[in-house]
């Protein structure tokens, strides 16, 4: 277990049992399935959505017979947009360990991911009413229909932050938001302040990835190819590059942009024109921007030892360093 | 419309109203989208799974509010299921159409798979009870199992007809066999009755694979190419081949399997000591078996005008010239 919650002994303990049920939840496949599935749920994550959830439902009546296996459900539908994201990315590595599509080829990775989500889908109509299963099924729309939303913008230079923001809203923050939500009702907490969860995991997840994107635009050049290398080469323009364009008068950036065949000399090219039009500077900006309205929905939560802990994980996701 | 149904006017009309039914639960993702999904829909697959449906249900009260979405639901999972094994194959071309990884790559196919199964879930959800939803997503696991199962038998010459078996009524039969049963329920006949109708369709889709697999091995040298090259290549031994192994007594048709790297000259080695060593003999006789198995299954259900229809079905089905 990554050793991210170890200052919450109790927050630990529950998200050991989570990971049990996502195991027992994969049931018996072979072996051949099964072991890289494992190694995926056993890799190191954060497991993030599982605990907003179950600390979204200890600010009401918590139950965790009612909560854990929907946290577990919420996690191992993550893990299979992981494992469908390496198929895409060509990814060799996550978590510092081999992808499944890299190790056991992409078909093996379509079909895992697609028997994960087939399996949690199974695991909540077990346990939950039709409700439950319709918000899961309309995040899972909502989560493609933001990956495939990325596609309209392939190698778009006109891609507006408006745009950006809508993508990052439905492929990231759209779990975020699903996970707080679920756990305030599954606490029996009413729709209204439910809504105050989703909202802020909405908040948090916008956060959360702007950051994440900025990042990939600071360090040194090395750094910079690695993870700027791979969105850029497929034409996913992020907040630091959109906002750059912005200020890109004498369209060098553009015109750069538009040769699309990129090779490492032309990405640090484009990296450093980002931070000459102050595409780094605007990023951060709604980066801040973002930071305090989850801050400010978290603080409309009412006040008790979960909203300490999920201001404390919300601090630490968005105080990254860049 | 795929003219196979002209006869059957009413079920063609049946099967408009499927079609419908499936591009309005696709919804209003951009048109990126909707478009390579709605060519899917439109490129005149036979859509026997939903046809089985209707008719089962139409042993019973046929209550068409209650049938033609779920036999939508069936035909948007078994769309999913073949864009995705587009990506694995890397096929160009289904159907006489572009396929969706080849003409818009394979993450895009990716995601518009994914993108349909969440949006069948959340059909059949909205539509029907847990129940349904449980049986779906069971077919959708025994589905990817099938797929999976093929993987710890690639290259594995010592593959047996039994296993060959289990993988072919997990990957293809077990949708028409869930499709039967489904209808026979909705058409409101007993459990037992509906047990009835689901292994008829577990004996038809075995026989069909058998059928499909044993077409792979006829044909001229060139047609052989295209059909067994994929298969084979990817270490999948189908029944013509695993006869063949079984009679393999000077090793020579193992032997060239376990060098794996196949030109073509090599695949049409392998054909040809398959044809040797009655493969294809064989395996047509197990097609023959199954076929039978399925008009017997199909002889237990009650006598009336749809029972006429299924074997007319099955029996065009079954009876390619081979």
Not at 66 to 87: G, K
Not at 151 to 158: E, F, I, Q
Request: charged content about 25%; aromatic content about 10%.
């Amino acid at each position: 277990m990554n050793t991210y919650w170890n200052k919450y002994p109790e927050l630990l303990s529950d998200l050991k049992e989570v990971k049990a049920i996502m195991k027992n939840t994969i049931g018996h496949p072979s072996a051949f399935i099964r072991d890289p599935i494992f190694q995926m749920i056993d890799s190191g994550g954060k497991m993030l959505r599982p605990a907003m959830l179950i600390l979204s439902s200890k600010f009401g009546k918590y139950d965790p017979e009612r909560v854990l296996p929907l946290a577990a459900a919420v996690e191992l539908f993550h893990t299979a947009t992981l494992i469908h994201d390496d198929i895409i990315d060509d990814s060799k590595i996550r978590r510092n360990t081999k992808t499944i599509q890299s190790q056991f080829g992409k078909d093996v990775a379509v079909y895992s991911g697609d028997y994960i989500i087939a399996r949690s889908f199974m695991l909540i109509h077990e346990e939950y009413d039709q409700q439950m299963l319709r918000n899961l099924s309309k995040k899972i729309v909502q989560i493609c229909t933001g990956e495939l939303k990325q596609y309209t913008h392939k190698y778009d230079s006109n891609i507006c932050v408006y745009d950006y923001i809508k993508i990052v809203a439905a492929k990231t923050a759209a779990l975020f938001a699903m996970s707080m939500y679920t756990g305030a009702r599954l606490g029996d907490l009413d729709e209204k302040t439910a809504r105050l969860f989703g909202l802020a995991g909405l908040k948090i997840g916008i956060a959360y990835q702007i950051i994440d994107d900025c990042l990939d635009y600071c360090g040194t050049d090395d750094s910079i190819l690695k993870s700027a290398r791979n969105d850029l080469r497929q034409g996913f323009y992020t907040l630091p590059l959109i906002c750059a364009l912005k200020y890109d008068k004498d369209n060098t950036l553009k015109t750069l942009l538009d040769t699309t065949d990129f090779n490492d000399d032309d990405i640090l090219k484009i990296y450093h024109l980002v931070i000459d039009k102050n595409g780094i500077t605007k990023a951060k900006e709604y980066a801040m921007r973002y930071t305090q309205k989850a801050y400010a929905a978290l603080e409309r939560l009412p006040e008790c030892n979960s909203r300490t802990i999920l201001k404390d994980i919300t601090h630490s996701l968005l105080e990254r360093q860049y």
